[in-house]
Structure formats: structure tokens, C-alpha cells
């Protein structure tokens, strides 16, 4: 069936899957001032590109393209992202082994300072604090 479609309409491959060789597939000018936003902007000053969007729009051919576009650059690194959808933590964590950074959980405040957040003995609660008296206002009219 499918053969046939490609036969009538004259294509190569079938543009409905993921495995449409990165030759084959269209640049349309957007997705050129895209790509070429990101080599002289975020290339020369450096930071991250994130492609959003609805279903069916085009992100992963997008994605791809851009791999391929910026694989060839000096001092640029492309990685694509496994599990998008994981919680924060396992988000940078993931980064950090797709970059070859070394990261550490974050300590808490009284681990990181423990002068400057001294421990209470147990079953002691801490002072309220006084409030001071606001300044009056008057209304104009």
C-alpha cells in the first residue's frame, strides 16, 4: 500500500517516518534562520537551544537537522537528551554525563553553614519574631 502511495506521488521515502535519510529532508527558511541564529549567536557567545512546539511541527526533523548543521563546528558539543520528561534532578544529571561534567548534590543551608544556623536543642521552639509597627498612610483626596 504504502509503495503505491510513494509510486503515485512520485517520493523516495516515506516522509511519515523517523528514519528519512538527513539529505533528504527539506530546509525551509525558518528552520535556516534557526539554524543560522544558533551558529552566530549561541555559537560565538555560547548557551542552549530548546526546540518547543506542538505535536507533528516538525521538533525531531528540526533536532536533527540541527545536529547535523552544528556537528561540524569548532568547540560546539550536540547531545541529544534521552528521558526529556524526568524530574529536575535527573535532568542535569543526565546532562552532566552527556558533557563530561562532574556534578555533586547541593548540600542544605545548616550543612553548608552550620555557624550560621546553629541547632536548636530538641523540643525547643524558636522565639516569634517582633513586628514592627507599620507607618501610617493617608489617603488624599
Known amino acids: 500500500m504504502m509503495s503505491k ?10 516522509p511519515l517516518t523517523p ?8 530546509v525551509t527558511p525558518r528552520i535556516a534562520d534557526f539554524l ?9 557567545e555560547g548557551g542552549f537551544a530548546m526546540i518547543i512546539g ?3 511541527l516538525g ?20 547531545a541529544p537528551l534521552q528521558k526529556p520528561q524526568s524530574n529536575v534532578a535527573d535532568f542535569y544529571r543526565e546532562l552532566g ?3 563530561g561534567v562532574q556534578l555533586r548534590p ?8 552550620p555557624r550560621r544556623h546553629p541547632r536548636r ?3 525547643r521552639r524558636p522565639r516569634p519574631r517582633r513586628r514592627r509597627p507599620r507607618p501610617a498612610r493617608a489617603r488624599l483626596t
Open 36 to 44: 543560522w541564529r544558533i551558529e552566530h549567536g549561541l555559537c560565538a
Open 59 to 78: 521538533k525531531s526533523v528540526t533536532g536533527r537537522l540541527s545536529a547535523r548543521h552544528l556537528e561540524g563546528l569548532r568547540d560546539v558539543m550536540v
Open 54 to 56: 506542538a505535536p507533528g
Open 106 to 113: 547541593h548540600l542544605s543551608s545548616p550543612q553548608r553553614h
Open 5 to 14: 502511495l510513494r509510486d503515485l506521488y512520485g517520493l523516495k521515502y516515506n
Open 19 to 26: 528514519d528519512v535519510p538527513i539529505d533528504a529532508l527539506l
Open 121 to 123: 536543642p530538641p523540643g
Open 97 to 99: 554525563e552527556l558533557f
